[in-house]
């Protein structure tokens, strides 16, 4: 619900808005008859069911079920607020908010940690300022200036300095409100058995982490001298977690979504080179391996990433684990080969950006060369037993991969540089596919739709009078003068609980003089469930006109069921008075009447 918002400005943005644009940002439509068609986002799926509406500004997916209006697909897409998806329409419908939208909302987060959040920012501008302006920060910013870092580049990382000074920011945040003893819990101060508070990143270049909304939510500080250790980084608290959060992942979003691909270095520094060089869509750990929870991330917006790691042997292990877990949720993925074991930042500054483009991005070995290349290196394949080890090890990599048109490339390669018959390799490939594993058990989990579970009500034959009351419901929707029909005739006596809830709804949204609008009457609704349910029902095809009399008949399926239902409930309050004043015969009469009317009841709905 809009809450303080006023509803006129939600509606307005909302009706600024074309649906299909925002969607198609994330996901790639194909018009089919009055509708867009592409994957579903929220789900693994290789045939489209993901329909967006340009007629009625909704979205619905038929395998999972979720769906919604333009503001329900950004919060569900990228984890916004409601406020925080009207902000996002708002600036790219150039439409201005009153000014108290402008102001931050009320955090989800505890108290405390919305203090530790707001000194973040505080202490992010006061950093860069103090590069940029004091004289201590000079020699920070030569020593970023000589590392190859433009002026853009620091304004646009908001790269800061901190005073080699025990008490300056001390004093700085305390003048701000903030309590040194919650500082100290955030990693911003620290703290020694005399009760003394000094800045924890003083005397460092500032690297500011942020979340995935351009929130500063953690630094990383690199020192200038000999102070140690080289790299301090913030803890984790409840706003930084370093399995969840990948390092520019808030500004290379859009190119992310453009290109179709993302680029995973290992550290934020191997970021900044390649975007200065023009490569935008790069992200990258914080400091540890990459997570199932950031490799998810990343598969809900590209199909493709290119691993590009550091050259020597730390890194190349690294690779590979990365490259396992990529692959492990469905993602095509490539590991680019940096030579003579150099990092991604060393080989920008010595060669430049195009042709680390050319050399390295553009020809980055697919999974399973790279996975090829790195087993080759443990075996003599001079020796007859290590041959063997290392097809086998091989062919069970072979047998993950989904496409039969990649498995016999590779399996010919094998055969043909080891002298073997494809036939034998393919029967050991379909023997090792049968045994499920469980690492191809989950690709196929990520990659495909199981649609039996995701939509229950669409695997199996409705009753009659189910299907009339979402009949009812859909053409109701769609014209208010058939609502205002099955308002007089039905009101609320709908026979299934959710129908009679949204029944309600609807007669209400009408009564207040709204019109025909699915986009904004699903903003009236707080359960995702009933919504979901709505724009199911404002999905169906329905026919341009419909007939008096076809409403007419979907009302009587309705009512028959209400007056079967009704009637077996009295005798069965019939049956209990008769048990209790005992009277047998009466009571299996009565009984008999029921179980009569119960399989009336069942040879309708079969």
């Known amino acids: 619900m809009a809450g303080h918002i006023p509803e006129e400005k939600v509606d307005e943005i909302r009706r600024s808005t074309d649906i299909v644009d925002v969607i198609g940002e994330y996901v790639d439509l194909k018009k089919q008859g009055r509708n867009y068609f592409g994957l579903c986002p929220f789900h693994g799926e290789s045939t489209p069911s993901f329909s967006v509406s340009a007629d009625k500004q909704i979205f619905h997916c038929f395998g999972c079920g979720k769906g919604g209006n333009v503001y329900t697909f950004l919060m569900e897409m990228e984890g916004f607020s409601f406020i925080q998806a009207v902000k996002q329409l708002a600036e790219q419908t150039d439409i201005e908010l009153p000014e108290q939208m402008t102001q931050e909302e009320p955090s989800q987060h505890s108290e405390e940690s919305q203090s530790i959040l707001e000194a973040h920012q505080w202490l992010t501008k006061l950093y860069h300022h103090l590069l940029r302006n004091s004289k201590d920060g000079k020699s920070a910013y030569q020593y970023l200036i000589d590392r190859g870092f433009t002026e853009d580049t620091i304004k646009k990382y908001q790269i800061g300095y901190s005073p080699n000074s025990k008490d300056f920011v001390v004093t700085f945040l305390e003048k701000k409100g903030f309590h040194p003893q919650t500082m100290v819990k955030a990693g911003l101060l620290s703290s020694n058995e005399q009760g003394e508070y000094a800045d924890r990143f003083r005397g460092r270049v500032i690297f500011p982490l942020r979340n995935h909304l351009g929130k500063t939510v953690a630094f990383a500080g690199r020192s200038l001298g000999q102070q140690e250790p080289k790299y301090l980084n913030s803890p984790e608290t409840e706003l930084f977690h370093k399995g969840r959060l990948l390092y520019n992942f808030d500004q290379a979003r859009s190119a992310i979504r453009k290109q179709k691909t993302v680029i995973l270095f290992e550290g934020f520094g191997d970021v900044i080179s390649a975007d200065q060089a023009g490569v935008h869509n790069g992200v990258a750990t914080m400091g540890t391996s990459i997570s199932s929870s950031q490799a998810n991330l990343l598969k809900r917006y590209v199909d493709k990433v290119i691993i590009c790691y550091d050259g020597d042997e730390p890194g190349i292990e690294a690779a590979v684990k990365a490259a396992k877990l990529i692959k ?33 991005l553009d020809t980055s070995d697919t999974y399973i060369a790279f996975i090829m290349s790195y087993l080759r290196r443990d075996y003599n394949l001079h020796l007859e037993g290590d041959r063997i080890a290392y097809i086998e090890n091989v062919l069970h990599e072979v047998a993950l991969l989904e496409r039969a048109v990649e498995r016999e490339h590779y399996l010919n390669e094998l055969a043909n540089e080891f002298d073997m018959s494809v036939d034998t390799l393919k029967e050991e490939v379909h023997r090792i596919r049968g045994q499920k594993s469980p690492a191809r058990d989950n690709v196929e989990q990520n990659r495909h739709t199981n649609r039996k579970s995701h939509s229950p009500i669409q695997n199996r034959l409705l009753p009659a009078f189910h299907n009339a009351e979402r009949k009812l419901i859909a053409y109701m929707l769609k014209d208010p003068l058939i609502a205002d029909k099955v308002q007089e005739e039905l009101g609320g006596g709908f026979n299934i609980s959710d129908h009679q809830v949204i029944v309600t709804h609807l007669y209400a949204y009408y009564e207040d003089g709204n019109g025909s609008d699915i986009s904004q009457f699903v903003e009236k609704l707080d359960d995702s469930a009933l919504k979901n349910l709505v724009i199911e029902l404002a999905m169906t095809s329905l026919s341009e006109e419909v007939s008096d009399q076809e409403i007419q008949d979907y009302i009587s399926f309705v009512k028959a069921e209400n007056s079967d239902r009704t009637e077996i409930k009295t005798l069965e309050a019939e049956l209990k008075k008769a048990e209790q004043q005992n009277e047998p015969i009466k009571a299996a009469e009565i009984a008999m009447k029921i179980i009569h009317l119960k399989k009336e009841l069942k040879s309708t709905h079969s």
Do not use: L, N, S, Y
Not at 335 to 359: L, S, T, Y
């Open 328 to 360: 492990g949720v469905g993602c095509q993925t490539f590991v680019a080969r940096i030579p003579d074991g150099m990092d991604p930042d060393d080989f920008i500054q010595q060669h430049g950006g195009d042709r680390f483009q050319k050399e390295v």
